[in-house]
């Protein structure tokens, strides 16, 4: 949770805040939820491993992690390549 500088204790809720900066921000409906999956997303597509992710987001259950985690086409894509590359052959385009 995050400390209010007041009161040093934890907020109950942030939504209020949330809610004015997303409407100043154009950004819709989006949750602070959505951010999570954001957040793994960028992480696993750009070649962090799905551990760190786990521990970054504080899930005990690497399943969890998964859950949150979507690759992209091309991130798929890439791997392929990787092996076909080290295989010594040409990706099928």
Not at 10 to 17: D, I, N, R, V
Not at 46 to 68: A, D, F, M, N, P
Not at 79 to 85: F, I
Request: no cysteine; charged share 15%; hydrophobic share 40%.
């Amino acid at each position: 949770m995050v400390p209010n500088p007041k009161t040093k204790l934890p907020y109950q809720s942030f939504f209020a805040s949330w809610n004015t900066a997303r409407k100043q921000a154009g950004l819709g409906e989006v949750r602070i939820h959505d951010l999570r999956h954001s957040f793994a997303s960028f992480l696993v597509n750009s070649g962090r491993s799905i551990y760190e992710v786990q521990r970054l987001l504080g899930h005990t259950q690497l399943k969890t992690t998964q859950r949150y985690s979507h690759l992209s086409p091309e991130t798929l894509l890439n791997a392929v390549d990787s092996v076909a590359n080290a295989a010594g052959l040409s990706a099928v385009v």
